[in-house]
Structure formats: structure tokens, C-alpha cells
Nanobody, 125 residues
Framework: QVQLVESGGGSVQAGGSLRLSCAAS????????MGWFRQAPGKEREFVAAISWSDERTYYADSVKGRFTIAGDNAKNTVYLQMNSLKPEDTAVYYCAQQRYFSGSYYYARTYDDWGQGTQVAVSS
């Protein structure tokens, strides 16, 4: 059983920064990529960012490009999300997710195999 544990969420004013971390533990399967998703109240879960371990290429939602940065250490089974210039619309529960094998896309939640429990990010204006 794989556990993904997020940390680093909290409350911040608009324009501020937060850094989220996600650590995988337990029985570790192969890991092809890791991603971050978020879900605001009353909305569907949406893609935020992903990193492919094979070439360390990164992928971002248009809404966070230039403000968020995903990075990680595959050997440590850890991924980070640096969030700068936060906006109130970034308020959501942020989830870490893992693809064990390439599933054709990084952008869809259904292509990820393992999920964390989520961490709350609240941005006030």
C-alpha cells in the first residue's frame, strides 16, 4: 500500500507564497510521474502541475504558469509545489498524485493511480 502525504498548506494573503510537499511511503511501486491537482468547493478536481521522472519535464495548467513551480526528487519519492503570487482563486484543497506507469496524459485525474489526502490552501484578498 502506497501512502502519499501532503504538507505545507495554510492561509496566506494574496500575493504571498506557499510551498507544498508530498512524500510517498509504504510499499513503493514504480513511479512514472507525479502531479498536483486541486479542488475548490463546488468545483471539479482540476490539474495544476506534473513532473515526469524519465526526463524531468514539467507541465502546468495555464492558470498557474509563471507562478507555480513543480520539482521533485524521485530517489526520495518526494515532490514539491512552490506557489508564488497567490490569488484568491487559488483557494482549494490541493492533492498530490502518482502515476505508476505512463497513462497517455498528465492532465486528467483518472490517469493517476495513487492519491494523498489533500492539504488546504486558503488565499485571502
Amino acid at each position: 500500500q502506497v501512502q502519499l502525504v501532503e504538507s505545507g498548506g495554510g492561509s496566506v494573503q494574496a500575493g504571498g507564497s506557499l510551498r507544498l510537499s508530498c512524500a510517498a511511503s509504504g510499499r513503493t511501486f514504480s513511479s512514472y510521474a507525479m502531479g498536483w491537482f486541486r479542488q475548490a468547493p463546488g468545483k471539479e478536481r482540476e490539474f495544476v502541475a506534473a513532473i515526469s521522472w524519465s526526463d524531468e519535464r514539467t507541465y502546468y495548467a495555464d492558470s498557474v504558469k509563471g507562478r507555480f513551480t513543480i520539482a521533485g526528487d524521485n530517489a526520495k519519492n518526494t515532490v514539491y509545489l512552490q506557489m508564488n503570487s497567490l490569488k484568491p482563486e487559488d483557494t482549494a484543497v490541493y492533492y498530490c498524485a502518482q502515476q505508476r506507469y505512463f497513462s497517455g496524459s498528465y492532465y486528467y485525474a483518472r490517469t493517476y493511480d495513487d492519491w494523498g489526502q489533500g492539504t488546504q490552501v486558503a488565499v485571502s484578498s
